[in-house]
């Protein structure tokens, strides 16, 4: 079962950055899909960013221009560099993987934006 692990979540006031990292405990990412979803209370999980294997990304409006994934697969990990955060930026963030049927979840990493 592979498994994704997050880290770099914590609390940072309006208008810093964060960065989120995701490694994977195989080699998965040469060939799936990887992407940064986030989840606030009573919201439905919501896309933030995704890769391509190649390296294509894409990302909803909300956050274009302010959020950058990135992925480097000899290391096996993804990142999501958050500039210019805002208070409805506050949600837990996942990682997930996926490939046709198969995708995969981290635990997910909690980002706080507050003053």
């Known amino acids: 079962q592979v498994q994704l692990v997050e880290s770099g979540g914590g609390l940072v006031q309006p208008g810093g950055s964060l960065s989120l990292s995701c490694a994977a405990s195989?080699?998965?990412?040469?060939?799936?899909?990887m992407g940064w979803y986030r989840q606030s209370p009573g919201k439905q999980r919501e896309l933030v960013a995704a890769?391509?294997?190649?390296?294509?990304?894409s990302s909803p409006t909300s956050v274009k221009g302010r959020f950058t994934i990135s992925r480097d697969n000899a290391k096996e990990m993804i990142f999501l560099q958050m500039n210019s955060l805002k208070p409805e930026d506050t949600a837990v963030y996942y990682c997930?993987?996926?490939?046709?049927?198969?995708?995969?979840w981290g635990q997910g990493t909690q980002v706080t934006v507050s003053s």
């Open positions: 997930r993987a996926w490939l046709t049927t198969r995708e995969y």
């Open positions: 195989e080699s998965i990412f040469s060939t799936y899909y």
């Open positions: 890769i391509t294997t190649t390296g294509i990304t």
